[in-house]
């Protein structure tokens, strides 16, 4: 199963492409780390929406899955990032996920990530997109049990 992590930050979608295959995690090499919205017309949004789903299709990505952020307060979203978000979320045929920062830490805690983040070869910018798509394949592979008493809803389906 492939998924790529996202997060939204500006006006940027910063990525990580994630393969799990016979329990084994895997970094395909991508020719993009993050796409940037250059601006709040139809027509940024459609051009935005547009080289997103090339690169799902492309690399054949099975679901996205997207860091959820604040409405409200200190940490929360932009506008270009609500656009963004939603703009994914339409995509035809790309299943997409909102995921929790806390899922994301109560997974980690079950499941820590078995490698040191600067061995993967990725970005640091990247790391908080590795850790959603990391979150996802774990939780659909390994299952979540839901009696634990660190279980908090993993990821809620759009």
Excluded: W
Aim: proline share 3%; with cysteine; charged share 25%.
């Amino acid at each position: 199963m492939k998924a790529c992590g996202v997060e939204l930050k500006g006006s940027e979608a910063i990525i990580c492409l994630l393969s799990l295959e016979s329990g084994l995690f895997g970094v395909p090499d991508c020719r993009a780390n993050k796409f940037v919205l250059k601006g709040s017309s139809q027509q940024d949004i459609t051009e935005f929406q547009f080289a997103f789903k090339k690169l799902m299709q492309d690399y054949k990505i099975e679901h996205v899955v997207i860091k959820e952020r604040p409405t409200k307060g200190k940490f929360s979203g932009s506008a270009a990032g609500f656009k963004m978000e939603s703009a994914i979320q339409l995509i035809e045929d790309l299943n997409v996920t909102l995921q929790t920062n806390a899922s994301e830490k109560a997974c980690i805690k079950r499941n820590p990530i078995p490698v040191e983040f600067k061995d993967t070869g990725l970005k640091m910018f990247q790391q908080n997109a590795f850790n959603s798509a990391y979150c996802y394949l774990t939780n659909q592979h390994f299952g979540v049990d839901e009696d634990d008493d660190e279980y908090v809803n993993p990821v809620y389906k759009i």
